[in-house]
């Protein structure tokens, strides 16, 4: 009854924690599935760079698989690649990180966190409560998804008297941003809330902060949910009172969901978005995972 | 007499039947040598007899394929890279052992560093580095680094680096192939006295006078087997070079031609100057050779590096055949028909890792070139035209430039600046490292070369060669031509006395 | 031995020696066939084989480049950024549709590109020479300076190839075949031949031979060294634009992260492939085989399904160490 | 002018041009001073001067062991991963918890830390002498070596110091002040202070510079020419080490992208500090110089308010173009 699968799931080499996350969840849920479908193949390879990445789907392809799951690192220069897997009629599943042209061309299926909304929650969650505030922002890398929380966040503050003093890129590496922070705070002698976007980089906002004794910041916007800044949230950590949502584990989804597409024949196809969803100390222990590496 | 002495010393350090192959090429053939207490021991052979490697051998630095070498009787197996230094046997190497980026006083103490308490004592070590070439007479500073010195100077340090260690044997060779008559006289004097406290010396030289000077035996080498071993007392200059080249040599030098007054000129050098030359002025005709002559660092290569494009003027004006050379522009005056023979060998003549071809050709590419792309067989006619004109002797005809004799490489230099086909061509230092015999060959091409309408500027530490092959000869002084001397003017006394400061007058 | 014996004897020995060298790089490039093949049987197919050469076109072309800043003497770490600046500024001009034609379009954006390439080799050429900076600063603030400039270009996102008309016209410049080989393999044997023609038998490439081994030497021989260094950069220029051809029409979209360490893989290529980085000797086909090894390496590693993700990066850092002693040991015993 | 007068000049002139060479990084830092206060005030402040001077311990003091590398003729591609390796190393053994008492198991861990960095040296060294493989591909493939492993061991994610009594033991060490200078203002004096004496003081340091200079005359002068250079990578590993016991207590925490790109950055400082890539001559207070002035173009960047974020990269690439330049004409024009 069982058939013979083979899934490829092909990802960013783990390049920071969130990534990392990403690479850790969809190691266990590769072998979740195939526990759970004897017949079933998953293999997971990743990539440090668009180019590379494009030759690992290719050699997935050449290996013979009948899914391919994909984090693209960079989603514009992977159209063709994936396109190609697409044209010869397998199921495709996009992760997070979408090309300007997403539609059923390039994928069957495609599962996201919500870029735009994970910029727009921490924005309003800034506007309503310092509405006056004066922010610093700190970027990811310069890819399209930052671009998008950016233009995200600039909607959520829309209408309210927030004003981003600076945005400077911290690449979501934790030494960057530990750099930007503290130059940040050299520049401006009054800073009220921090938005950084990726809990990582927190890590060096709230170690450069702690440097430098400052008492004006009120509090630091982050986002990603990793289990350090989710369990700071639910121990009432003052600097960090909420966290934004984006669960690397939604590669597994991705891959669950696929796997059900093959064996269970049950319609998978279309968008499939995590809600940007704001951790508070109310909730945040659903969202605490102690054992996951990020 | 030292020769008497010398006579009845014990062997110091002696080879038995030592052959010597570079990757399947032999080039020593079962040579003996022995080397007594006390005594100064010529070794002389052409270009490529193997000299140098037979020295090489003896101070550990090769291992001899087979044979044996004896210290004091007793069979040994010298320690390589320098090591037999602690038995005593140090090397002063033709080619110079000396890194770029250490000072003076750092080479001389490299790999032997007096510390205290693990840590350096410069001040001791400059201090003891200063003794010694002041012994010398050697007016280097101490401090310098390396890369600043002329070769006379690395030279310099070379020797004080051998003569400071307390040895047994010393290998010299070619101490003296880029050293003044002054310098090489110091040098003598201290070679006699350590000579006369026990120290054994080899001394490589092709220089006849200061064999014939300096030595009390002389051994020759041809194509890598020992010839003769004899007292210098019972030679000759022309035995001696009989017994290198194996034939009788005629005169050395060609009979001079003078160029026709009316002769066009055709390099017109006027007021001159760079950091260290002033208002340097002189004309070369067609079919001319000229003689630079002076004291080391009198600004002669300074000069002509400045003519040749290869350094910048200050001011002055270099006309070749009518045409304006602009001032640090190599190219221009290579495109003029000039050419410029360094005298640097190792490090501005010759790719010390690449074949004889590829140096030889380097200058002259545009000849080899068929519509824009190169002909090997082209480049390969050159290089066998250029071995037979200049005896070029290798054993392996892929060897690479370095593993080449120092005379082999000068004239493998000369032959690439040959290439170039000049119509006026400097000539600095020709016969550096050379072989009588080679010598005279280079002598009668020289000629041959005026006679053919070239012009020619031999810039020569060597005096006998200044006289013996040019018309006129321009002497320097301190960055300044002060004099020019022509016909029966050019003597070696004459010479001096401009060269020395003691007599000037305007430059022609 | 007669004399003439002798000669061909010598020249028999001495050819050894000097093929040894180049063929080193080559036995090693074996090895790792023979295990790829032991790894996954699909490995030695002549798809996975042909995959593996076309995708390391990009380095490959550009490490071509890099052998004639290297052999004389240089080092160019723009590379990578220089990819990204260029094939963002031709995307810029196709989308921007100032030629309505497509096909002239296109021919025109290839001519930009070329000419692109070799300008921005040219600056890094005259920063180096005649800024006399040392070319790994100068190169690195050019790498700086290109990078950003993509950045500001693409505002932090994607700059991507929006026209569909180009898109198809463009495509088979990188997934077409000529002869039965796909383009891409085409291109790197025909820029590896002209390179090798130009490096081993034209007068510039024994004049960047002598500039990288000796530069005194070589201005002593009437070359003039700057300007010999110079090309050498406007080559590698002229590789970057070559290797932008072929990556826009497969990725048909750049960004600030395109070619992000390319420059260390091109150098890594070069040295594998038994080009010395201290100038002086130039193997173009040896570099061809050196990005061929490294792009082996990675496939091979995804093909073999044994090893944690986490480690490959270790096992082709081991593998690479491997090969050069492999190809070490084969030199030096024979 | 006498005989003594003349020798006297020029000894005279070449001490100037020493010094003058040594003075130009300074020259440059002196000018991007001027700059950083004309574009910001608070850049000249204490505090902010001293956080750039802290923050750039890691890549100084890492330098200071790539000017030994480099001087020895070498160059290693590794400290980045290597930081990362050791940095988890460290952690984990602390994590385990093997002994009880803080004190001492911080004291082990520091031990245990210097040791492993040297370890990491040797391999590097090792393989480079011994296995005769130029330093850039050996060390390119330790690099991945290092960096796989510390992705096993951190299984992709980050590795956190647990033991909070530890952690607040151990945070002076980077964030406390020894007579008002922040620790690692203080350990990169004391590191290059050693540095410099082994450099120019000790027999070894004369070694390492004649390897770098001509390796063949330094073997001809009976120096072991493999063991100078091994060592160079020894100490290269225990720079690392120490940058690894200043990185630690200030995040806690190390991933597996802990030192991504800090081999180029040590490198850079090096060049920029004077110290030639061909190897030959070091310049320790250069190096610390050039890490300075690294440090300082990204913070005058971030300072300044006109500059675009996209166009940060590209500027800071202008600048280290220019500082050099300054630096060039500085020593051409004495
Ligand atoms: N390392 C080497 N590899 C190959 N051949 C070598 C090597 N060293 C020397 N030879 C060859 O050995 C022969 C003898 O050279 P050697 O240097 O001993 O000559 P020499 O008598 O010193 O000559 P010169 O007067 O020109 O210095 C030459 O043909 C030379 O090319
Ligand atoms: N008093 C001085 N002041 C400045 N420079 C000097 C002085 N004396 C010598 N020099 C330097 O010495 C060099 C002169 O040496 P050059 O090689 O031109 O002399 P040469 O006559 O060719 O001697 P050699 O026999 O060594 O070839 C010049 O380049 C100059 O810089
Ligand atoms: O890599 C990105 C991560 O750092 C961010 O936090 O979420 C989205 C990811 O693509
Ligand atoms: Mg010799
Ligand atoms: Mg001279």
Redesign the pocket.
Known sequence: QDKNYTIGVSIPAADHGWTSGVVFHAERIAKKLMAEHPGLNVIVKTSPDAATQANAVQDLDTQGIDALVILPSDPDPLVNAIKEVKDKGKFVALVDRAPSNNDNSVRDLYVAGNNPALGEVAGKYIAEKTPEAEVVVIRGLPIPIDQQRQDGFDKGIAGSKVKVLDRQYGNWNRDDAFKVMQDYLTKYPKIDVVWCQDDDMAVGVLQAIEQAKRTDIQYVVAGAGSKDMVKKVMDGDKLIPVDVLYPPAMVGTAMELTAAALYDQVPVHGNYILDATLVTKENAKNFYFPDSPF | MTVEIADTAPVVLSARRICKS??G?Q?LFSVNFDLRAGEIHALM??????????VKVLSGFEQPSSGEILLDGQPVILPPNGAAEALGIVIIH?EFNLAEHLTVTESLFLGREVTRFGVLDRKYMRAETRKVLDVLGSHVDENALISTLSIADKQMVEIAKAISRDARVVFM??PTAVLSREETSMLFKQVRKLRDQGTSFVF?S?KLDEVMELTDRVTV?RD?QWIKTSPTSILDGESIAQLMVGRELSSLYPAKVEPDVDEEVVLRVSSVSTGYIRDASFEVRKGEIIGFSGMIGSGRTELMEAIAGLRTRLEGEVVIKGQTVPSGDVHAANRCGLAYMTKDRKSKGLLLRSGMMANLTLQSLGRHSRHGYLSPSSEAAALAKAKRRFDI????GN?IAG??????QQKLLLAKVMETDPDIVIIDEPTR?I?VGTKQQIYHFISALARDGRSIIVVSSEMPEVIGLCTRVAVMREGHIVGVLEGDEISEQEIMRYAAGLKKKAAA | MSVNEETREIRRRSWRDVDLRAVAPFAALALLLIVGALVNPNFIGITNLANVATRCAFIAIIAVGATFVISAGDLDLSVGSMVAFVASLMILLINSGVIADPVLMLAAAVLFTVVAGALCGLANGLITTVGKIEPFIATLGTMGIYRGLTTWLSQGGAITLRSSDIQTLYRPAYFGNILGLPVPIVVILVVTAIAAFILYRTRYGRHVVAVGSNSDVARYSGIAVNRVRTIAFVIQGLCVAIAVLLYVPRLGSTSATTGILWELQAITAVVVGGTALKGGAGRVWGTICGAFILELVGNIMLLSNFISEYLIGAIQGAIIIIAMLVQRSLVRKS
Do not use: C, P
């Open positions: 570079f990757s090429v080039v052979g052409e270009n490529g007899a193997g000299k140098s490697t037979l033709q060779d070619e490589v092709h080498l890598g002797r290798v054993r392996d060897i593993r080449m004799s120092g005379g082999n490292g072989d």
